[in-house]
T-cell receptor, first 112, second 114 residues
Framework: KNEVEQSPQNLTAQEGEFITINCSYSVGISALHWLQQHPGGGIVSLFMLSSGKKKHGRLIATINIQEKHSSLHITASHPRDSAVYICAVRLRRGGGADGLTFGKGTHLIIQP | NAGVMQNPRHLVRRRGQEARLRCSPMKGHSHVYWYRQLPEEGLKFMVYLQKENIIDESGMPKERFSAEFPKEGPSILRIQQVVRGDSAAYFC????????????FGSGTRLTVV
């Protein structure tokens, strides 16, 4: 079982719809990232969360540490939001800052 | 601030050749992370480096792969005697002081082994 599970794996919606992507993790973490990747493109860090909620434009990210769950919401979705959204966690380990562990991503397509 | 710079963007190598991927972190970032994204798979951690030190290489294959981050110059991920299975996108990220603050990814190097 992966330490980070995302759902749905694929999501197609109409322009303007409210989008929710979920991420669950099975271990203790110190931080969670939401990332965006366009086909053939680089990776953009959207949010880093350790508690609560963050908002940037039409994007909202929430995290519930007790339930080991995070959601990424997109309001008033637009075709340019079409991308892969990846949840990544920094596992709580001893020692220095090490790398992220990733979910497999959610492929989002917003149709005009 | 040019962000995290990776080059080349695309690299084609024949089987058995060496591949050298470079990553220049953001200004002020002293921590570098390398990740690999195999076709149709998720990202996997490879190695975490600070200047002149490898901190965590638990994700690196034991053979043919090496990484360095010298005092001067970019971080280098080196793959010797490449095989077709090494074909992937390799991403570098950098951060300040190892706290994941300002965690920024490069655009990646897409390696194709023919």
């Amino acid at each position: 079982k992966n330490e980070v599970e995302q759902s749905p794996q694929n999501l197609t919606a109409q322009e303007g719809e409210f989008i929710t992507i979920n991420c669950s993790y099975s271990v203790g973490i110190s931080a969670l990232h939401w990332l965006q990747q366009h086909p053939g493109g680089g990776i953009v860090s959207l949010f880093m969360l350790s508690s609560g909620k963050k908002k940037h434009g039409r994007l909202i990210a929430t995290i519930n540490i007790q339930e080991k769950h995070s959601s990424l919401h997109i309001t008033a979705s637009h075709p340019r939001d079409s991308a892969v959204y990846i949840c990544a966690v920094r596992l709580r380990r001893g020692g220095g800052a090490d790398g992220l562990t990733f979910g497999k991503g959610t492929h989002l397509i917003i149709q005009p | 601030n040019a962000g995290v710079m990776q080059n080349p963007r695309h690299l084609v190598r024949r089987r058995g050749q060496e591949a050298r991927l470079r990553c220049s972190p953001m200004k002020g970032h002293s921590h570098v992370y390398w990740y690999r994204q195999l076709p149709e798979e998720g990202l996997k951690f490879m190695v975490y480096l600070q200047k002149e030190n490898i901190i965590d290489e638990s994700g690196m294959p034991k053979e043919r792969f090496s990484a360095e981050f010298p005092k001067e110059g970019p971080s280098i991920l080196r793959i010797q005697q490449v095989v077709r299975g090494d074909s992937a996108a390799y991403f570098c990220a950098s951060s300040q002081q190892g706290t994941l603050n300002g965690y920024t990814f490069g655009s990646g190097t897409r390696l194709t082994v023919v």
